[in-house]
């Protein structure tokens, strides 16, 4: 079963999901979606899996969807990972998501970067009324030095996390996992995350020499919203994207953009509800 965030459980909203019990959890599951393969200008991504979850279902096959490479960054433009409800239903999905990283060039990886970004709303409902984004870096493991493979090396993100809110959510950081959360019934904005990885650092504390050439990922993405009778929520990703490189990312600037998304987009699902 994947891990699910411990914070996440204790959300009323969940614990109804979960008052069913664990066992169906299983029938629900989707398959894992393999991508394959895909190759950067220093970095191979290699066997891209995905393995989609919603609870309740149905649920699309896959959650962030064939992913593209520019230079050493595999982007995802997951159209299919959001969830919205509104009359006092509720939605959860988790995403897992994995790939083995390859060096191909003498431009060694020192760095890997996460970095995701999406939209939110809820409107005519109280602090019951909750829109929340979570993702967890189960591991990110260096496996190989001067192409010599080594015992695993866990490597621990640095998280960063920027916001904008109509409303009063709060973020929770961790060693290994963000949380985003909105209750206030009338919000709506959007949201960067960053997870920062310092593979140079990592072999130096281990005390070893050399320069990475293999890598193993491992992360969870999870989307939940819960509403009230009077009440709609949603949340959405907007981009996620994976980079190699000597030195962090500069984050992408689409707060503006995607906080103008999550507007229209509010407004098409009430008007939907109302007609």
Do not use: C
Request: aromatic share 6%; hydrophobic share 40%; no cysteine.
């Amino acid at each position: 079963m994947q891990r699910l965030n411990p914070m996440l459980k204790r959300r009323g909203m969940l614990m109804v999901l979960m008052a069913v019990g664990l066992a169906p959890f299983a029938n629900v599951a989707n398959g894992a979606v393999i991508y394959g393969n895909f190759d950067g200008t220093d970095v191979d991504y290699l066997n891209v899996t995905e393995t989609p979850t919603q609870l309740p279902g149905p649920s699309p096959t896959a959650l962030f969807g064939a992913p593209t490479v520019s230079g050493n960054t595999l982007l995802f433009s997951p159209s299919a990972f959001d969830v919205g409800v509104s009359g006092g239903a509720n939605e959860f999905q988790d995403g897992h998501l994995s790939t083995n990283i390859l060096s191909t060039d003498t431009a060694y990886p020192k760095t890997l970067n996460i970095l995701e970004g999406g939209g939110w709303g809820e409107v005519g409902g109280t602090a019951a009324t909750e829109a929340m984004e979570t993702l967890v870096v189960n591991q990110l493991t260096i496996t190989s030095v001067n192409g010599v493979s080594i015992n695993p090396i866990v490597v621990t993100p640095t998280i960063t996390f920027t916001d904008t809110d109509s409303g009063n959510a709060s973020v929770v950081t961790t060693s290994d996992s963000i949380e985003f959360l909105s209750t206030t019934g009338i919000s709506t904005g959007s949201w960067d995350a960053n997870a920062s990885f310092n593979l140079a650092g990592a072999l130096a504390a281990a005390k070893i020499t050399g320069s990475v050439t293999g890598l193993t990922l491992n992360l969870d993405n999870q989307l939940a919203v819960t509403s009230e009778a009077n009440s709609d929520s949603f949340i959405d990703k907007k981009f996620f994207d994976i980079t190699t490189g000597t030195s962090a990312p500069v984050p992408e600037p689409a707060t503006g953009g995607i906080a103008a998304l999550a507007l229209a987009r509010l407004a098409t699902r009430r008007k939907a509800r109302v007609s």
